[in-house]
């Protein structure tokens, strides 16, 4: 290997040393995370089953909740550490992932370390949060009650935390819309032009998404996801109005001079 080549080869290595220690350190905290979630196993799964509660055939003692494998009760415990392990830990991680690749960006786009750290992991819980208090327990109820007691519902406890938890991390990253268009918007992608002419796909797209998130014919049910998800859309277009990038001096002129 020439010298021109050794040289050209040792940026590409630095990088990945520097993904390789981001990696290793992200991991660190989720495993600290989920250690201490872990000893919380029992609370959590209790909270996983407060939407039943809203059923009136859990009320009436005839919804049984059970594991059906020997390894399920250790599964699940897992399971959950991992989730609300990731939750707690999602601020550091995303702070690993902006120092990675704050060096490749100008010194005024870094300030928006902290914004983008707090943001994504504030909008990630208060989504999950937003579907767990307000969407899950009428999703529950209606599912559980919708032949009013012609049967007898055994739910599985490993499936049934698992449509959950798949329900409310969808609804964590649905509120990340904002923060992504914000992020689009500062590296050139996206602008609130092209977003605002794109409300009619944005509509369709939030429609279908409210459609797989809820598994419930219920409009009701339905419209409780997609209104959010399409108020979540025009925030994000009014972010990336604020945000938007101004063009160069240059260009100023040019528009100036030409009208």
Request: aromatic share 10%.
């Amino acid at each position: 290997m020439t010298k021109g080549a050794e040289l050209k080869s040792a940026p590409l290595f630095d990088h990945l040393d520097e993904l390789r220690k981001r990696l290793i350190i992200s991991v660190v905290f989720l495993a600290i995370a989920m250690a201490i979630t872990f000893q919380y196993r029992v609370q959590l799964i209790e909270l996983i089953k407060m939407p039943l509660h809203n059923s009136v055939m859990f009320q009436e003692g005839k919804v049984q909740v059970v594991t059906l494998n020997l390894t399920d009760q250790f599964m699940i415990s897992l399971t959950l550490s991992f989730w609300a392990g990731l939750a707690i830990a999602l601020p550091l991680i995303l702070w690993q992932v902006w120092a990675f690749v704050a060096p490749g960006l100008y010194p005024g786009e870094r300030r928006w370390a902290l914004p983008f750290i707090i943001g994504a992991g504030v909008a990630f819980l208060t989504g999950a949060l937003f579907g767990y208090e307000l969407v899950l327990p009428a999703m529950v109820k209606f599912l559980l009650d919708f032949l009013g007691g012609a049967v007898t519902p055994i739910l599985g406890l490993g499936n049934y935390i698992g449509q959950v938890t798949t329900f409310l991390v969808a609804f964590g990253l649905a509120f990340e819309l904002p923060i992504l268009a914000v992020i689009l918007t500062k590296i050139g992608i996206v602008n609130h032009v092209m977003l605002r002419k794109g409300w009619r796909f944005a509509l369709v797209a939030v429609m279908v998404a409210a459609a797989v998130i809820t598994p419930t014919p219920d409009p009701g049910n339905m419209m409780l996801v997609a209104v959010p998800l399409y108020a979540l859309y025009e925030l994000g277009v009014l972010l990336s109005r604020v945000f938007r990038v101004p063009p160069p001096a240059e260009e100023i002129e040019q528009s100036i001079l030409g009208t």
